[in-house]
């Protein structure tokens, strides 16, 4: 009997001794599978943000002829970016960028304190997550539209229901504004690169893509081009009533203006509108081959209204080469506003250039759309209401040539590993 007692008793301390055993180890392999299923959902984010910084990286260096400092930059932003937006941001982590300008890409590396728990007290085992991501370009992004403002909010602004799609070039805002960059309310932003000196407005799905922030200022390429001479007057206060008329090459003093249906058509050459503006209104048309415009003086600038019709391409040489409007800039007064209204400015060849003024296309204008190339290059860049306006920039198929700092060939970047 006593031996009976016995054995039942050891039987139930074997029972509790298995029980703990297999309690234990269940608790063990769902602390080793949690702590897996957190380190590769860390693994994941951190992988992302590796392929993010690696592909703006590359774009920032084919852009700035690859600096290392720049796509540095870039990528570090885009990493930090990234990593705030999980549940791993306290987390210490080093980045690492090479640029490699034979190969055309950019490395990323990233390592980070793991957040497991577990499995971190295992021997041998590291307690580090790190990812990395290689991303190349096949060539030199060019630049075809830049807001120079330095400070301003919105100086790069895309409202209602517009949209601005830049074929093959790259986007820049020069602002150090937290909202230097803004598309809101239904507008679309679609370019190779949207870059901002700040930061930007609007939700993710606005740009295509997303912008990256903090990006270096981007020079004014165009501003050691000489502005052209001011000869004299050809014609003063000039108002063009119906019919067609032809126009020579020269300086209008006080401006051109146009009443009713006009046709105006435009001998090859610089036009320069001297203290006045070019005010083209009506169901006009305003049309020319190689011709380029120069704004000077008092209240120089211009305004395309709603019915009018614009064909224009740039001068394939000399001073206004490539250029189709060029602000003085020189003028000390207040920023002026250069407008766009027309139905149709689909034939626009060369660079709208004002320095200090602000560009402001509105209503339902087509620009850019029948264009080889274009580009905008403006102290600000107000798009709202409605525009639809399409860069394109297939120089190689234009005999206007594109200014130094503006061209490049057509970068794309992809992950290469």
């Given amino acids: 009997m006593r031996s009976a007692r016995n054995f039942a008793g050891n039987n139930s301390g074997n029972i509790a001794i298995t029980s703990a055993f297999s309690l234990m180890m269940l608790m063990t392999a769902g602390a080793v599978s949690i702590d897996y299923s957190v380190m590769y959902n860390q693994s994941s984010r951190l992988q992302e943000a590796a392929d993010h910084a690696a592909l703006s990286a590359v774009k920032e260096a084919a852009l700035e002829g690859w600096k290392g400092r720049s796509a540095g930059q870039v990528a570090s932003l885009m990493i ?35 957040a497991g728990y577990f499995l971190d007290s295992l021997p041998n085992r590291s307690p580090y997550v790190t990812a990395s991501a290689t991303a190349r370009a096949t060539g030199r992004t060019s630049v075809c ?79 050691d081009r000489a502005q052209p001479p001011v000869g004299p007057c050809v014609a003063k206060n000039l108002v063009l009533k119906g019919g067609t008329h032809t126009l020579q090459p020269g300086t209008y003093c006080g401006g051109i203006s146009t009443k009713g ?47 009018t ?34 139905k149709d400015a689909q034939r626009m060849v060369g660079t709208i250039y004002l320095k200090r003024g602000r560009l402001a296309v509105s209503k339902e204008s087509k620009y850019g759309q029948r264009s080889e ?26 005999k206007v040539p594109a200014p130094a700092g503006i061209t490049g060939k057509n970068a794309r970047s992809y992950l290469s590993n």
């Fill in 309 to 342: 019709t614009l064909s224009l391409t740039a001068p394939r040489s000399g001073d206004l080469a490539g250029i189709l409007f060029f602000e003085d800039r020189d003028e000390d007064d207040d920023e002026r506003d250069f407008i766009i209204k027309s």
């Fill in 373 to 398: 190339w274009s580009a905008i290059i403006a102290n600000r860049i107000d798009i709202a209401n409605g525009p639809d306006l399409q860069i394109n920039s297939n120089y190689a198929a234009s």
């Fill in 145 to 223: 539209i830049i807001a120079l403002h330095p400070s301003d909010s919105n100086a790069l602004s895309i409202v209602g229901k517009s949209s601005l799609t830049a074929n093959g070039c790259a986007a820049y805002s020069n602002s150090l504004s937290s909202a230097g960059m803004a598309v809101l309310k239904g507008a679309v932003m679609d370019t190779t690169l949207n870059c901002t000196a700040g930061g930007y407005k609007g939700s993710a799905g606005a740009y295509r893509p997303e912008p990256v922030t903090d990006c270096p200022v981007v020079d004014d390429p165009l501003a």
């Fill in 261 to 307: 249906n006009v046709n105006v058509k435009l001998q090859p050459g610089v036009y320069v509108i001297k203290d006045g503006m070019l005010n083209i209104s009506g169901n006009s048309t305003f049309a020319g081959e190689n011709v380029g415009f120069f704004f000077t003086g008092e209240e120089a600038t211009f305004t395309f209204n709603t019915a």
């Fill in 80 to 114: 930090s970016t990234k990593l705030a937006n999980t549940r791993y941001a306290t987390l210490p982590y080093k980045e690492a960028v090479t640029v490699n300008a034979n190969a055309n890409s950019v490395t990323v590396e990233i390592k980070q304190k793991t």
